[in-house]
Nanobody, 124 residues
Framework: QVQLVESGGGLVQAGDSLRLSCAAS????????MGWFRQAPGKEREFVAA????????YYTDSVKGRFTISRDNAKNTVYLQIDSLKPEDTAVYYC?????????????????WGQGTQVTVSS
């Protein structure tokens, strides 16, 4: 059983930075894709970024390139999402997800495990 637990969200001001964490447990993650998604009120859950558990490959949706950085610490089984220059439109619940295998996917339907989410609220 895979468990993903997010943390690090909060209420911040526009221009601030946050680092979200996703602690993974329950399996060996060497052949997983780890992703971050977000869901704003009244909107669909959207892909933000992903990283392979092994190797250096990362993938970002175009709208966050340059402000969001995904990284991982294999020793801690933790994936991070650094968000800089936060904007009010970044307000959402941010979810960590795990996809079995090494094929990239932007679709939430292709991810096998999910965390409970962490709220990020950005005030203007």
């Amino acid at each position: 059983q895979v468990q993903l637990v997010e943390s690090g969200g909060g209420l911040v001001q526009a221009g601030d930075s946050l680092r979200l964490s996703c602690a993974a447990s329950g399996r060996t993650f060497s052949s997983y894709i780890m992703g971050w998604f977000r869901q704003a009120p009244g909107k669909e859950r959207e892909f933000v970024a992903a990283i392979r558990w092994s190797g250096a490959s990362r993938y970002y949706t175009d709208s966050v390139k340059g402000r969001f950085t995904i990284s991982r610490d294999n020793a801690k089984n933790t994936v991070y999402l650094q968000i800089d220059s936060l904007k009010p439109e970044d307000t959402a619940v941010y979810y960590c997800a795990a996809r079995i295998g090494n094929t990239w996917s932007l679709s939430k339907n292709d991810y096998d495990y999910w965390g409970q989410g962490t709220q990020v609220t950005v005030s203007s």
